[in-house]
Structures are given as C-alpha cells and as structure tokens.
C-alpha cells in the first residue's frame, strides 16, 4: 500500500503517456520494427559491458521484455516528435575575439587589462585590413583570443535556439550572415568584442563540410524534439478522457480498485501497476518501515520523547516556508494525508535527538557587520581606509554601520546575529574571521568576502554575553545543533538496523 501510495503517480502517469503514444503511432501508420528495438538492446549491451545486461536490470526489476516495451514506446515518441520538427538556417562561422576589462568587471583573462576603447581599436585594425584583402581566417590565426586557437577562429555550425556555450548576441548576428560576409558592427561579449565571418551556410556550403552540417542538423532536431516532446504528449492526454483511481480508494485490508486509470475507457490495471511500484520501491519502502520502527523501538528504550507541539512547530514551519502555498494544496500531490505529513515530522525530531549527545559544543559569536561592496564605480578604494580611520578614533561601530554598511543592514546597525561554526548561507572567510575574536574585538583588517569588503565587531560570545542574549545563543545552539546532528543520523540509523535481526521477503 505505502509502495502505490508513493510511487504510483509516476508509475501511472508513464503507462498513460506509453498509452496514448502508442495509439497516436497507430493512427498515424507510425511501426517500430523488432530490429529497431533490437539495435537499441544492442547499444545498451555496450553501454553496460562489461556487465551482463540481463543481470543489470534484474536487480532493478525489470525483465527484458519489459525493456524491449520501454524502448518500443522510445522510439515511437521519437517519430511522433520529429513529424513537427522544422529545418532551420545553419551558418559555418569564425570569429574574432578581442578580449577587454568591461566596467565594474575584473579584468577577463588574457585582456591584459585591456579597455573596452583598447579593444575596439584593434577590431577597427583588423576590420582595415580585411578592407584591404586580408583573408579572415589568417588574421583570426593573429589577433583572436578565443578558447581553444589554432583553427583559424573555427566555432562551427551555429542555428537557431543553439543549446551551449555561444552567446545570444553571436548567434543573433550569425544567422544574419549570408555565405562570406563578414559582420559590419563588431558584437559585443561578455568577454568583449567580435567580428563574425559565415564560412557558409546550410543552403550553400561545400562538399567537405556535409559531414559538420548533418552533425549539426541531428543535434538541432534532437534538441528540438526534447523540448516539443512534452507539449506534443500532453496535447494527445489532454485530447483524452482519463479517471485516475484515488488514495481513498486504497484502503488497508480492502480490495484493490480493477483499474489504476482509464483513458477513454482502456483500463490502465492496478495489478500492473502495483506490481512496476513494488519494483521500483519495493526494498527502499520496506527499508524505510524498517527504520522507523527500529527508530521508535530506540527512542522508547532511552525515554526520547517527541510532543505534540514539536510537530506542530514543525508544520508551522512548513506553513511559513511554502506561503502562499498552503499544505493542504500539496497533500495530494505527494500522495500522503495530514497524518501521514505529520508521522514524518515525529521520525524526523526523533532521529536527530537520537544523535543530538554527539554534537560537540562550539564557540558562537554576535557580530556586527560594516560591509562594503566591492565595486569600484559605487565604492571609493578610499572608503574603507576611511572607515577604518573613524573606528580608530573611536567612532562607535554601530553608528558607523548605520551611515556606511550596505541597505540589506543599515537598518539593524549591521547586527548580523549569532555566527556558528558551518552556518549554512554565511560566508566562509567572514565565519572563519568571526569565530576566533573576543568580546568587544574589531578585525583589524576588512576581511574579503565573495562580494565585497566586511569589518566585524564582535558584540559578546557564548562565553560571555549578557543575560538579555541568552535567548539568541540558546536558539542559535539549538539551530547548530539540529544542523550537525543531520550527517550522523544515517550512520545513527544504519547501526540501530545492523544490531537487529532484519529478514527480507521482498526481493529486488
């Protein structure tokens, strides 16, 4: 029941798509032949050797025929996709590329530090020099800093809705170009500017290009097909009258409904079903019921205890994460009930008090922030040295952080709250600096963050901080806590099962 409960969706949603394919197929005169199904089985032989694929599959529950069936509803996908594929226009290109230091950006490898008037400058040379009969493919050889050189700034055939590393702007101004013709305007880059030659294109091109053109045209159609793939099966389900059997309908002890689906009355059956969810989840549902009840059996001997409001806390949690979505929208969709969500959340507070006593104590801090960004056209070099000058003097540090500090903390005189060791969302050299300073210290140097400059204050540590802070410390420990405790719940939990006496009925 638990195995239909959360693994029957999926399991459904695959037969209906196979379903519909396979009439669409149908209709259409579309036949996969055996041979075709059999160079499949082949390739994924290769793929898998030096393992026996029969072996393979089995311990994943599969059998060959039912592999053959998948790969039949593969194949047949496939053509239904590619009857709507278009031919698009294809280009042979070679660049030049000019690298330059772009404003507010560090300088890009092998700029030298470049600026942007540099670059433009030297396209302007090279465009005079194609002007004066310069072939293209010699001057990219001399002046182009693309990645990797040596082929005459080759970057190959481009098309439309092109999935990789070339850039809209490129691509644009590519498939503008008719064979030989060279970019008027030099294109601008992320890494600076270009010019574009078409070498040709797919309506004029050479003999010994045919072979990159079709390299190119299969990948374009596949990757035209992985996105018209989705819409062209949900059109055909949505043309299609389908009942889906319900989680009410699946209740302990009583028979289970004939059908898991019908689609214009051809019954998708619950036994098939049940027998792809046992499957597929078989093992790791059984493993999971193992856990918990090792788990409880656990908590029960040490006297752990999770209440009623813990869960609700957790659910209240939940709640505030998802807004405005609410839980009781989601239910359904993860196959599982209020109780269920519930039952969860006790499982999951009673395996992290089961290893809390192995979390180690460590040093917290309260800290304040004056952070600066790192952005030579908003932040004066001369700022920070500023900065730091007050403080010297004896300017209070919040203060400072109020006037100064970016918006996101002016508001709270930089307070940034307690710091921890392996704070999730902090960043590293701030913790690294924070953690190892005394109450009422100031760094004495402005610690390098991944997005500016930060001076820190340490207000008090869980060693010494005063009565009106215990309340942070002691949620931001709890906090801590929870977080280390996650990393050994799985050892935790394997050691409960190892000790036990565990038989298996179920194979996989």
Known sequence: MLCLRTQRGYVVDQMVQNFVVERECGKRGIVVTEAEIDRSIAELRKEYAPAVLEDTIKAH????????????????????????????????????????RQSGIPSVTGSAGRTEAEALTIIRSIQEQLN????FGDLAQLYSESEPRGANGDIGVLYGNMVGNVEGPVLAESLTLKKGQVSKVPVKTAEGYCLIQAISTSDDHSTSEETIYQEADTECRRVQAMFLEPTIIGALIRQSKITYATDDELIPGKPLPIAAATIDDHPILMKDVLAKCVADGGREAVDNLVQNYVVDRECERRGIVVSESEVDQAVANLRRRIAPHTIEEGLPAHHTTMAGLRNDFKQQIERTKLVLNQVKPATMVHCRLISLQDTPTEQPPSLLAAVQAQLKSGKDFAELARQYSRADSKNQAGDAGILYPGMLGADTA????????????????????????VLIQAVSTSDDHSASEAPLYAEALATYKE?????????????????????????S
């Not at 004066?132 to 072939?135: A, F, I, Q």
């Open 61 to 100: 529950g599969w059998t060959i025929p039912q592999l053959r069936q998948q790969f039949r509803a593969k194949i047949g996908r496939q053509r239904l996709v590619m009857e709507r594929v278009k031919l698009v226009k294809m280009v042979h290109c070679r660049e030049i590329l000019v690298k330059c």
């Open 483 to 507: 977080q280390q405790a996650q990393p050994l719940i799985l050892e935790a939990v394997r050691e409960l099962v190892k000790k036990s006496k565990v038989t298996y009925f179920l194979k």
């Open 430 to 453: 701030l913790l690294n600096a924070a953690l190892t300073m005394k109450k009422g210290q100031i760094t004495p140097e402005a610690v390098k963050t991944y997005d500016g400059y």
């Open 132 to 135: 004066d009969g310069k072939e």
